[in-house]
């Protein structure tokens, strides 16, 4: 099984809304990723979880806040988010920090 | 001058043709591979994955991997219009924790 589930896959939230998304392999998988993804360019990475343990934050407003509670979830909390954050929200996993990552099909996030 | 360079395309050809997409690269130090697919609006599917150089087949797609060159390539046999997406590369050093992404080509299989 190589699926990265993601949910919700839509997401509508106000500037002043607090929101969740949620990541979640059971691969045995021991790196973890968040990735942002504009319209027709490529992902852009915005966190790394390896070992449970945020190993890269790619300089990443503070509005959002990732969390990994155990080896199989990954969590991308949102607050005050602006307009242009509005993107795919994509997460991926892999056995170790090089190599291959399986992408999750993406949660579409709106910020009016 | 980028990491990873790759023709945005669009590639339009007609069902049945042979596709060759390809990308560049600068650092030598690259040792993995990835050719992703990416439909509208969707996460994008792991398609190959290559370790060094080399080829490998998986069905109607090749992958190729000419280290000496700096140029990778994935080819796609009897083309269909389902094969329509973009198409993005990546790779990967033994000790880099992210991949770097080619811009992505445009693909569209005209029926």
């Known amino acids: 099984d190589t699926e990265v589930t993601q949910t919700p896959k839509h997401l509508v939230m106000g500037m002043t809304n607090k929101k969740s998304l949620k990541c979640e392999q059971h691969m045995g998988h021991r790196a973890m990723y968040w990735y942002k993804q504009k319209a027709k360019k490529p992902p852009e990475l915005m966190f790394v979880y390896s070992y449970e343990k945020l190993s890269i934050n790619e300089s990443v407003p503070s509005r959002f806040s990732p969390e990994c509670p155990n080896s199989s979830l990954l969590n991308l909390h949102l607050h005050a988010l602006q307009p242009e954050d509005s993107a795919l929200y994509l997460c991926a996993s892999s056995q170790g920090l090089a190599g291959e990552q399986f992408f999750g099909p993406g949660t579409r996030l709106t910020v009016l | ?111």
Do not use: H
Not at chain 2, 8 to 28: D, H, R, W
Not at chain 2, 38 to 66: C, I
Not at chain 2, 91 to 104: I, Q, W
């Open chain 2, 1 to 111: 001058q980028k990491e990873v360079e790759q023709d945005p395309g669009p590639l339009s050809v007609p069902e049945g043709a042979i596709v060759s997409l390809n990308c560049t690269y600068s650092n030598s130090a690259f040792q993995y591979f990835m050719w992703y697919r990416q439909y509208s609006r969707k996460g994008p599917e792991l398609l190959m994955y290559t370790y060094s150089s080399g080829n490998k087949e998986d069905g109607r797609f090749t992958a190729q991997v000419d280290k000496s060159s700096k140029y990778i390539s994935l080819f796609i046999r009897d083309s269909q219009p389902s094969d329509s997406a973009t198409y993005l590369c990546a790779m990967n050093t033994v000790t880099r924790d992210k991949l770097v992404f080619g811009a992505g080509t445009i693909l569209r299989v005209k029926s």
